[in-house]
């Protein structure tokens, strides 16, 4: 199984610039993950290393066992799909490319990807808009049928008929051939009903590494009038805090099971649950 | 998993429009223009390239060279982003540039002996022993001139991976400059000093080597062992973020 292992992977840049910090993580085969964190969190440096594009100062990353550095043999496994990746070639001559690197690139369900997405396959691959591109990027990634999908921001610039459309393919080829993809974004909203597992990084440290569920079970809003929500949160973890006039909203850090039902019917204080968006957006707060 | 000399022959093949365009100018065109028209640019190409003896040759190895070193140059970059989008290995890399490199320079070496043979005696007939094994040493020419394509190749290797790990503008600035003197020279129209200062180097090695060519094959070829050497320790360094920022 490509159980993908992080252990104490540091990156420094230069001498001072720390843009990854003993990063220990480990990534369970066939499923969806995100990857989500500010920008400069970390995230593309992490996928550079995981796909040796770039070497880490410290620490190593396993794919079943086996180093992935210098390791052509894990690495025909992985495919990478960055947000400034560009191939020389006419489109379906970059499908039969890829046919020669990944062996199980299926050309006809990426023609039939282009046809749908309405890309023109005999168009320069390098004279295209960026949602285009990133549809593009998206196609060859699915028709790949690497074992590992790791997408760099899949959906940059691209128009919210197509997005969805997207989103609804990536689910679709993942339920017929499992794999494990890992998606790294800012649209976590969009994202949010697509990913199974989630790792927020934040400043280079992984801060949150568990399923969805879990993490959103592990959050709840409140609102309510300012001095009846401070006095709910007292002794409590909270986070995000909101005032719109004399009233208040926060993320309470605490296990949905632990809530105080009755204490909050008391103070007249809606109880709610979290998105995911406004959960990552407060974890990454500095 | 795409081997080494697939993904060479893939570079050529990414870079094949220039790479045909300046193996045309470079080195078909030249050699054949010096050796079948016997053309002369101007009085200082003609008393370097056609009085001194083995000017000729000179003249079209040091375009040769130049021709290897651009593409060395040029095609680094545009290669780095193959790897990148291919997921290929450094050590695969720079395997496959390599053979690339080594590839081109064989067909340099061939291409350049095969038309100062025939070209130098239109009106003899060859048989192909005596082609290849007869009087004019045509497989110890190609090996030799070979060997020292190999060579330069590899130090432009060497010089384009440390280039590309320099990020401060002042110091590859500097570092382009030496190359391109030759170009100077042409233009300047002392090109017949720089044949002439390698035909002395050539010279040299060959008195101290005894005459031996073969002796200085394998002294170009350790040399080419050496900077392929060096030249991986960069590449073995090198991330994508270097390239790019």
């Known amino acids: 199984m490509n159980i993908i292992k992080i252990k104490d992977i540091t990156k420094i840049y230069g001498k001072k610039t720390k843009a990854l910090d003993n990063v220990n993580l480990t990534i369970e085969p066939n499923k969806i993950h995100g990857l989500l964190g500010r920008n400069g969190a970390g995230k593309t440096t992490l996928l550079n290393i995981m796909t040796n594009k770039i070497l880490p100062t410290n620490g190593d990353v396993t794919i079943g066992g086996e180093t992935v550095i210098e390791n052509d043999k894990v690495l025909s496994k992985i495919l990478y799909i960055m947000v400034d990746s560009t191939f020389p070639w006419k489109i379906h001559k970059v499908f039969r490319r890829m046919s020669e690197f990944y062996p199980e690139f299926d050309i006809e369900y990426a023609n039939s990807l282009a046809e749908k997405f309405e890309i023109n396959i005999s168009k320069d691959s390098k004279g295209m808009s960026t949602g285009e591109a990133s549809i593009f990027r998206a196609i060859v990634a699915l028709a790949s049928n690497a074992e590992i999908l790791l997408l760099d921001e899949p959906v940059l610039g691209v128009d919210p008929n197509h997005r969805e459309m997207l989103y609804k393919e990536i689910i679709k080829n993942y339920s017929e051939k499992p794999k494990t993809i890992i998606i790294s974004t800012h649209l976590i909203k969009e994202v949010a009903t697509v990913i199974e597992e989630v790792t927020i990084i934040k400043n280079g440290e992984i801060i949150r590494n568990q399923s969805v569920d879990t993490l959103l079970a592990s959050a709840y809003a409140i609102s309510g009038r300012a001095e009846d929500v401070d006095e709910y949160l007292t002794n409590r973890k909270y986070t995000s805090i909101e005032v719109i006039g004399e009233s208040k909203t926060v993320i309470v850090l605490e296990d949905v099971k632990d809530k105080d039902v009755k204490l909050a019917s008391k103070l007249s204080i809606q109880i709610g649950d979290v998105e995911l968006q406004k959960l990552c957006m407060s974890l990454t707060e500095n | ?245």
Not at chain 2, 9 to 25: E, K, V
Not at chain 2, 150 to 156: E, P
Not at chain 2, 191 to 198: A, D, E, R, T, Y
């Open chain 2, 1 to 245: 998993m795409r081997n080494s000399f697939k993904i060479a022959i893939d570079i050529l093949y990414l870079n094949r429009a220039w790479t045909l365009i300046g193996y045309f100018f470079l080195v078909i065109s030249p050699m054949v223009a010096l050796v079948y028209l016997d053309m002369g640019v101007s009085n200082a190409y003609r008393d370097a390239v056609f009085v001194v003896e083995g000017g000729k040759e000179y003249f079209a190895e040091v375009l040769s060279i130049w021709f290897l070193l651009l593409f060395t140059f040029f095609s680094f970059g545009t290669n780095i982003d193959f790897m990148r989008v291919f997921n290929v290995t450094r050590k695969k890399f720079f395997a496959s540039y390599m053979i690339s490199l080594g590839i081109l320079s064989l067909l340099i070496a061939l291409t350049q002996k095969i038309i100062n043979t025939v070209f130098a005696s239109p009106n003899f007939v060859y048989s192909m022993y005596e082609f290849i094994y007869g009087d004019y040493f045509f497989v110890t020419s190609v090996v030799w001139l070979f060997s020292l394509l190999v060579l330069a190749s590899s130090l432009f290797c060497l010089y384009t991976s440390i280039f590309s790990g320099v990020k401060d503008p002042i110091v590859r600035l500097f570092m382009v400059v030496p190359p391109f003197l030759p170009l100077v020279l042409i233009f300047s129209g002392d090109f017949s000093s720089v044949i002439l200062f390698i035909m002395q180097v050539r010279t040299f090695s060959e008195n101290r080597l005894a005459g031996n060519p073969y002796l200085m094959v394998s002294l170009f070829l350790i040399s080419a062992t050496i900077c392929l050497f060096a030249s991986h320790s960069f590449v073995k360094k090198l991330s994508i973020d270097i390239w790019q920022h």
